[in-house]
């Protein structure tokens, strides 16, 4: 299993990402995870709805937007 990452823009706080894992299996609509990380924090990590871990990472500088690999 490939762990995904999603970067975070350096003052965003809530994000939407797609599970790749779960765009592959069940379509991109169905892959949507939604979460927060606070200001305060560098790093997090979640899974999707079906169990797949996705790092959080905050980005240092702008502009990154949000990327999932
Ligand atoms: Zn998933």
């Keep these: 299993m490939v762990e995904q990452t999603i970067w975070l823009a350096p003052k965003a706080i809530s994000f939407t990402a797609v599970c790749a894992e779960c ?3 069940h379509g991109f609509f169905a892959a949507r ?3 927060r990380l606070e200001l ?6 979640t899974t ?3 169990g797949h871990p996705i ?12 990327l999932a690999c």
């Design 40 to 45: 305060e924090r560098a790093h997090s990590s």
């Design 33 to 35: 995870v939604e979460g």
């Design 23 to 25: 765009a592959d299996e």
């Design 48 to 50: 999707c709805g079906r």
């Design 55 to 66: 790092r959080i990472e905050r980005a240092n500088r702008e502009p990154i937007g949000v």
